[in-house]
């Protein structure tokens, strides 16, 4: 029949036993081939880098990544789940510098460009066989065996493509421009790139002392970058605003009105006031003499984009080194100062040649100061950008670098982004909507050298084209190899003859940015458009993807640039983001913090499934999720550990029946009501999940699940225990079994694209062992479909009730401590609407209550006791407030509830004044009567008898004892349908007991005698309510006779 289920919850050795049966039979592979004619559902996965190790925040993407294509597979579409490898860019240089020994872009020359190239080839799969084995381990299915990877020929062709369409359409550019720049790589970044890198710094500024020309006085301006200094060339104020000259000790300054208190820490006195525009034109002397301007220089400018909220209302102004910068000197005509060189390094005309320029800040300080020019250098707190990659601060530099025309497409980006289902939506309308609000041009080359190569060559005439294919640079060029490869140095020795003046042209030094190569995998993973046009227009745009909250500035935009650019349509339909996994106090995970949790190490310990429910369950998928063991053990507890252990019950009892669920029918019209009830939950948990995971709400569809396994396993059965404990095969056992069978199965198809591994198990053992015909796994089932003929929302509602009034029963008895194992005599309820008897036989075997009873008014038992609430009464009536305490203590409970009720408030009067208390204004509890105990909220109270009968406490003794010896039974490890003899001694009161109700507590444990006297076999001594015993557990013998 079924296999024996073990009860442990070690799910890791079982996964490892899965996921060999999934490859062993191919069941991923089935999967997509059973679909090959199905409506198209196209997931994009976005490519991860394999020359680094996968970490904890992968399992995250993993498995939402892995569980919507289940879940869509499922419904019945074909799935395309294509892996991808981002194989281009710094980290892979980054990687193979370090393991060369080489440090920078010197060294990798000397070293020699090809060898360079190929180590980085190679370099890019150091990692391929842990994240192939990572993505196996965690469930994540998709095609690795013919993945896209981004340094092969095909890619890049159909990047050079995309490339020319922008060239054509005049949006690819050459400019000097003011780039963020890592001065340690070489080679400007995009702002997306720029916005990954940001760490807070603290960082000494300069508030510098410019002597004004032909003046006594000096000009106080403020810079967060003091190597700036040297090469400034201009201030500048904001035009608008006031500024004044003052004297302050021995000094007069130049500086905005509004912070002279923030910045002068001593007295002083006004001399003149201007507006900034007063000041445009007045000269001053240069801080330093390195250089000497043919332009003219040193002098106060105007620009509205110097604010007061800090430093002087003044700022230096170095047009090398800034964006505004840049705008004024160009507005002014001023000269170009630029002393540091694309090292990062200050140049040979300083004093301090040869030192990188963040590092001279302090030197340029001192120096200042020795010459009475620096009046002080506050330390600054703020967001400094570093290289996303190598981790060295990025300083603003001008220099010659390819952009593309973003600002030219900016609303066309943010007509396509509208289109698309943000989850959640505040990211797409804020995040990334306000990103696309401030869109710049997209810095698209790097002076690198593993990359794809930017498609452009340009002719000493001046002459400039893009190549848009192999087949085009072949048909230009009188030199380029048949088996050409697209990367350096080999694409840097083919030129094309230039069409305007016949020369030969040479292709530009640059490669492009690694986020160009990701973002074009919608179409560069097909070899798009020179081939499989068709198979690419089935597959685009994206119905999913989704990844983590820092690709907002990353792939995510990317992808969206590229389409809009090339196509003018957003490239995917649905996005969840998600958010960035800490440690278990919120921090951010890091090597060097030692708080970095290995996923490997992870998945080995907990198991996939029980990662895979934590990251589902836990938290919406966009907030920040805290990752430590006891949150996932206690995940996998709730709701794992309750599926397995009432699957474990069902496969217990059916093979004891041997029951075989193929040779029964669920009869819906003749089950019970728990019956009825169990598979109108089933079914509403069908429609409740289907819509959730169709809307991509993932929590919402775990809890669901959850809770349904709560209700099947601590309501259905334990309330249908006796059912399947009934000797032979009546038709109420048939229907309690093809009920839980019905359940257990349905649950585990629905649950199966959480949880792939343990819901397999489930299936093979009780769908596969027993019908031959049923689909091979469950992942190649479809996603059940609820019968809404099962669905009874009046019976979920009764029975919703009947849980409720439980769980305040079970409160009830908890405050009035009295163990559930006691019976009571009676218990009253008030709730909207009486239940029937069925409901209310349920409630006292629950309970433990020998009679409910339905009653409009609970009055008799409770009342309400009332305190003022101190925060509204005491503004209003402070000096009443003893009397009014004095007046609450002493008022009749209920009359006074309803007159709130009907007036809405309570009215006193103390010596001639009026007092009227407002519910807002009082504090109500609920008092009990002496002898009982409520519990309640707004639509049910319930009150339990507390008044113990000598008759209610000796059955207590009964079902004490009846608990005891089962216990005793499973610690003297006897089987379910094992009989006992049962022995007690030590206590008459108890031996009483025993005697006066043996024949139900025999019944009970299956026990065929109680002997009083000495205790005999497995013994325990007890304390039962007070009373001390000692008892015995015995296995009857059975002897079997054999037949000569």
């Known amino acids: 029949m079924y296999n024996k289920v073990p009860t442990d919850l070690n799910f890791v050795a079982r996964e490892k036993e899965v996921e060999k049966f999934w490859e062993d039979h191919d069941i991923f592979q089935k999967s997509i081939d059973n679909r090959k004619k199905a409506e198209t559902y196209t997931f994009y996965d976005g490519p991860p880098t394999a020359n680094g190790k996968p970490h904890i925040g992968h399992v995250l993407t993993r498995v939402i990544k892995d569980m919507i294509p289940r879940y869509r597979t499922m419904k019945g579409c074909d799935v395309p789940r294509k892996a991808g490898w981002d194989t281009h860019g710094l980290p892979v240089e980054l990687e193979v510098e370090k393991m060369l020994g080489l440090d920078g872009k010197e060294q990798i020359e000397e070293y020699g460009l090809e060898p360079f190239i190929k180590h980085c080839k190679e370099s890019v799969w150091k990692y391929k066989g842990m994240w192939e084995d990572f993505s196996k381990t965690v469930g994540f299915w998709a095609d690795m065996d013919d993945p896209y990877v981004t340094y092969e020929n095909y890619y890049i062709e159909s990047e050079w493509w995309a490339l020319k369409q922008i060239w054509e359409k005049g949006l690819l550019y050459k400019g000097f421009k003011i780039v963020p720049y890592c001065p340690r790589c070489g080679t400007p970044l995009s702002s997306h790139e720029v916005a990954q890198g940001y760490k807070d710094v603290k960082e000494r500024s300069a508030i510098a002392r410019f002597k004004?020309?032909?003046?006594?006085?000096?000009?106080l301006a403020w810079t967060t970058t003091p190597w700036t200094l040297p090469s400034n060339v201009a201030l500048c104020v904001n035009p608008n605003e006031s500024y004044v000259k003052v004297k302050n000790g021995d000094y007069?300054?130049?500086?905005?009105?509004?912070?002279?208190?923030?910045?002068?820490?001593?007295?002083?006195?006004?001399?003149?006031?201007?507006?900034?525009?007063?000041?445009?034109?007045?000269?001053?002397?240069?801080?330093?003499?390195?250089?000497?301007?043919?332009?003219?220089?040193?002098?106060?400018?105007?620009?509205?984009?110097?604010?007061?909220?800090?430093?002087?209302?003044?700022?230096?102004?170095?047009?090398?080194?800034?964006?505004?910068?840049?705008?004024?000197?160009?507005?002014?005509d001023l000269p170009f100062v630029q002393l540091v060189d694309s090292k990062g390094e200050m140049t040979k005309e300083t004093k301090w040649a040869g030192t990188f320029c963040k590092k001279a800040d302090p030197l340029v300080l001192k120096d200042l100061e020795e010459r009475g020019l620096l009046f002080s250098a506050p330390v600054f707190e703020h967001s400094y950008p570093h290289c996303w990659r190598c981790d060295t601060p990025l300083i603003y530099y001008a220099r010659e670098s390819w952009f593309i025309k973003m600002t030219d497409v900016k609303e066309d980006l943010i007509r396509n982004n509208n289109t698309i289902n943000w989850i959640p939506e505040s990211i797409g309308k804020g995040r990334?909507?306000?990103?696309?609000?401030?869109?710049?041009?997209?810095?698209?080359?790097?002076?690198?050298?593993?990359?794809?190569?930017?498609?452009?060559?340009?002719?000493?005439?001046?002459?400039?084209?893009?190549?848009?294919?192999?087949?085009e640079l072949k048909s230009m060029s009188p030199n380029c190899p048949d088996d050409i490869e697209l990367h350096r140095p080999y694409i840097d020795a083919v030129t094309i003859t230039c069409p305007k003046c016949g020369k030969q042209m040479k292709r530009v030094p640059e490669v492009i940015d690694c986020w160009f190569d990701s973002g074009s995998m919608p179409f560069a993973q097909h070899h798009y458009p020179f081939e499989n046009k068709e198979l690419f227009e089935q597959q685009?745009?994206?119905?999913?993807?989704?990844?983590?909250?820092?690709?907002?500035?990353?792939?995510?935009?990317?992808?969206?640039?590229i389409s809009t650019l090339i196509f003018n349509k957003a490239p995917y339909k649905n996005v969840i983001v998600l958010g960035h996994v800490q440690d278990e106090n919120g921090q951010k995970m890091s090597k060097s913090k030692g708080n970095a949790v290995d996923p490997f190490q992870a998945l080995e310990e907990f198991g996939a499934d029980a990662i895979r429910w934590y990251f589902y369950i836990n938290s919406a998928p966009w907030l920040p999720n805290r990752f430590h063991g006891k949150a996932v053990m206690e995940g996998q507890r709730k709701f794992m550990g309750t599926l397995w252990n009432t699957y474990a019950f069902f496969v217990l009892y059916a093979n004891i029946d041997e029951f075989d669920a193929t040779k029964y029918k669920l009869e819906y019209d003749k089950l019970?009501?728990?019956?009825?009830?169990?598979?109108?939950?089933?079914?509403?948990?069908?429609?409740?999940?289907?819509?959730?995971l169709g809307n991509y709400q993932i929590p919402e569809a775990a809890r669901a699940l959850q809770e349904f396994v709560d209700d099947m396993s601590n309501w259905y059965v334990r309330r249908s225990r006796e059912r399947f404990w009934a000797k032979?095969?009546?038709?109420?056992?048939?229907?309690?079994?093809?009920?839980?069978?019905?359940?257990?199965?349905?649950?585990?198809?629905?649950?199966?694209?959480?949880?792939?591994?343990?819901?397999?198990?489930i299936y093979q053992n009780l769908v596969c062992n027993i019908d031959k015909n049923a689909p091979e796994s469950i992942h190649l089932c479809d996603y059940p479909v609820a019968d809404e003929s099962c669905i009874d929302e009046k019976l979920e509602d009764n029975m919703d009730e009947v849980l409720k009034i439980v769980v305040m029963g079970r409160a009830a008895r908890n405050t009035a401590n009295i163990k559930n194992r006691q019976p009571i005599g009676r218990m009253f309820v008030k709730a909207p609407h009486e239940l029937s008897v069925f409901y209310q036989e349920i409630i006292e075997e629950e309970l433990n209550v020998k009679t409910v009873v339905f009653t409009d008014d609970v009055r008799d038992f409770t009342s309400y006791s009332f305190k003022p609430q101190l925060k509204t009464v005491g503004p209003k009536y402070g000096k009443q407030l003893n009397n009014i305490r004095k007046a609450l203590s002493e008022v009749d409970g209920n009359t006074a509830m309803d007159t709130l009720n009907e007036k809405g408030a309570l009215t006193f009067e103390f010596d001639g004044s009026e007092v009227v208390l407002t519910k807002e204004d009082l504090l109500i509890d609920t008092a009990q009567m002496e002898g009982y105990v409520s519990e309640g909220d707004n639509t049910v109270t319930v009150v339990l008898d507390t008044n113990l009968t000598p008759e209610l406490i000796e059955e207590g003794f009964v079902r004490e004892l009846i608990s005891k010896i089962q216990t005793?039974?499973?610690?003297?490890?006897?089987?379910?349908?094992?009989?006992?003899?049962?022995?007690?001694?030590?206590?008459?009161?108890?031996?009483?007991?025993?005697?006066?109700?043996?024949?139900?507590?025999?019944?009970?444990?299956?026990?065929?005698?109680?002997?009083?006297?000495?205790?005999?076999?497995y013994t325990k001594e007890w304390n039962i309510n007070g009373e001390n015993v000692t008892l015995g557990v015995e296995k009857v013998q059975r002897i079997e006779t054999v037949n000569q």
């Open 212 to 219: 004004v020309k032909g003046e006594d006085a000096y000009i």
């Open 252 to 332: 007069t300054y130049y500086l905005a009105e509004a912070l002279c208190d923030t910045v002068l820490n001593s007295e002083y006195t006004v001399l003149e006031r201007f507006t900034g525009k007063d000041l445009e034109f007045k000269e001053y002397e240069p801080l330093f003499d390195f250089v000497h301007p043919a332009k003219k220089a040193y002098y106060v400018t105007c620009d509205t984009y110097v604010t007061l909220t800090d430093g002087t209302g003044v700022v230096h102004i170095a047009p090398a080194f800034g964006e505004d910068d840049s705008k004024v000197g160009r507005k002014y």
């Open 432 to 471: 990334f909507g306000d990103w696309l609000e401030n869109v710049q041009d997209w810095g698209i080359s790097r002076n690198r050298y593993w990359g794809t190569p930017l498609n452009v060559w340009e002719c000493e005439c001046g002459h400039q084209h893009a190549i848009g294919s192999i087949e």
């Open 540 to 561: 685009f745009p994206a119905d999913f993807i989704s990844e983590a909250v820092d690709q907002t500035r990353g792939w995510f935009y990317s992808l969206l640039a």
């Open 672 to 692: 019970p009501v728990m019956d009825k009830w169990l598979l109108s939950k089933l079914n509403t948990l069908i429609k409740t999940v289907d819509g959730n």
């Open 728 to 761: 032979g095969m009546e038709q109420d056992k048939i229907n309690a079994y093809m009920t839980l069978y019905t359940a257990l199965v349905t649950v585990s198809k629905v649950a199966a694209p959480m949880i792939p591994f343990m819901t397999e198990e």
């Open 968 to 1017: 005793m039974r499973k610690e003297a490890g006897f089987e379910v349908m094992d009989h006992i003899l049962i022995t007690s001694e030590g206590n008459e009161k108890i031996a009483g007991i025993l005697e006066a109700h043996g024949e139900v507590i025999k019944s009970e444990v299956l026990a065929e005698d109680i002997t009083l006297g000495k205790a005999a076999g």
